[in-house]
């Protein structure tokens, strides 16, 4: 009976041994399954982490605001690249207060005085150099979670220069509207008090004085007009429509168009095109361009004398054209000036014409626009004459949106 009693309780052992060791295993390899999954969530962890601060290094490099952090007792801890472009820097300033780093005392005073009051301020600073910039800073404190103690404090800079710019700009331009509507308005009511307070009674007086209203008025008229054509030409919504044509029909139409203003001045005006030579142009927009040159050509030409257009292909998909007039000129000072808003060369004779000051300033956003350039050579008593350039192009038709 023992034998087999001991057979039976050793395979009994046996078969226990066996379930244990199995359960043994199972358990190591969850054990070792949950070792590799903390490695892989711990690895995983470590990349978002690096990920994460790649992507701010990268931001925090790649932004339009200069960016500067100063640890707790003043000191540079990272400065970005627009920082150091627009304070030009180029040595390492980390480790430096902004005094040192940039001789800016305004802003060092600012830094302190936030530390002291733990609260954000700002501050505007010009730096000197061939232009003057105009910078916005902005700073902020980083405080402790008591709130007790400053841990960092965070400079953002913004360039202002081309937002102050573009504000002169506006506020010269409405001035110079505002001024050009003024001057015809007050010489209208001044002509109609006078033709109310009696004048009227008098034909002959009162004919001069209502020619002279209706000249005014029509100053007022192509203002309005050539404002409204270069507020159109820069909000750009209009997508212009390029087409290959030929380019002597177009400057025969405006010929036609102003044959009656050329012949009361007894100009001549000749098209010198060549047939068959095709531009890439919006119609449109060229019909005015030639329509304001060739009208200049007009009014400052000599009496008798000529105004002529030719092109010619001076490249490979490149044509030149030329509105030539043999009149005043320009004084060489100011060649450069008059495709400027509202510039005269000569005001009293361009406001007699009933000039805007605006037809140059026109043409040259509509030159640009087809990709060319406009420019003007002249020679006072003989004459001006202006250029400009269109493609050629065999790829014509295509539209684009005007910028
Ligand atoms: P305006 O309406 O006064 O003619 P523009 O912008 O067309 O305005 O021209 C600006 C100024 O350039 C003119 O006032 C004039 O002094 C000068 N100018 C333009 N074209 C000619 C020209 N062909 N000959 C002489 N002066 C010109």
New binding site residues.
């Given amino acids: 009976m023992w034998p087999a009693l001991v057979i039976a309780l050793s395979a009994g052992a046996a078969f226990l041994h066996l379930r244990w060791s199995r359960r043994c295993e199972a358990l190591a390899r969850s054990v070792d399954r949950l070792k590799q999954d903390a490695r892989e969530s711990a690895a995983a962890h470590e990349a978002d982490i690096a990920r994460s601060h790649a992507e701010q290094a990268v931001l925090f490099e790649s932004m339009t605001e200069g960016v500067i952090v100063l640890d707790a007792s003043s000191r540079i801890q990272v400065a970005n690249a627009a920082v150091r472009q627009l304070l030009d820097v180029s040595k390492d300033i980390r480790g430096q207060t902004v005094l040192e780093a940039f001789r800016l005392g305004d802003l060092h005073a600012l830094v302190e005085r936030v530390r002291v009051e733990k609260a954000g301020g700002s501050l505007e600073i010009e730096l000197p150099g061939l232009s003057v910039r105009t910078l916005e800073v902005n700073v902020a404190v980083v405080l402790s979670p008591d709130r007790r103690l400053v841990q960092a404090v965070i400079l953002v800079f913004h360039d202002l220069t081309r937002l102050n710019e573009l504000e002169h700009t506006r506020q010269e331009f409405v001035a110079n509207v505002s001024h050009e509507l003024r001057t015809p308005l007050s010489l209208i009511k001044g002509y109609v008090e006078t033709l109310i307070e009696g004048a009227k009674d008098d034909p002959a007086v009162a004919s001069k004085f209502l020619h002279t209203i209706l000249k005014h008025t029509d100053r007022l008229t192509y203002l309005i007009e050539d404002l409204l054509i270069l507020s159109k030409l820069e909000s750009g919504r209009e997508a212009l429509n390029f087409q290959r044509e030929e380019f002597r029909p177009l400057v025969e139409r405006v010929v036609d168009e102003l044959q009656t203003a050329a012949d009361s001045r007894q100009i001549g005006l000749v098209n010198e095109v060549p047939t068959e030579l095709k531009v890439r142009m919006d119609v449109n927009r060229m019909h005015q361009v030639l329509l304001?040159l060739m009208d200049?050509?007009i009014?400052?030409g000599r009496t008798g004398g000529v105004v002529t257009v030719t092109a010619r292909e001076v490249g490979e998909q490149l044509v030149e054209v030329e509105v030539q007039?043999n009149?005043?000129?320009?004084p060489v000072e100011a060649q450069d000036r008059?495709f400027e808003r509202f510039?005269?060369?000569?005001k009293a004779r361009?406001r007699e014409q009933g000039?805007?000051?605006?037809?140059?300033?026109i043409v040259k956003h509509i030159v640009l626009s087809h990709g060319g350039k406009v420019w003007v050579t002249?020679e006072m008593g003989r004459g001006?004459t202006f250029y400009f350039t269109l493609q050629g192009g065999s790829h014509g038709g295509e539209a684009a949106t005007y910028s």
Wanted: charged share 15%.
């Fill in positions: 304001n200049n050509g009014k400052y007039d009149g005043q000129g320009i008059v510039f005269r060369a000569e361009s000039g805007t000051g605006l037809g140059l300033s002249s001006s």
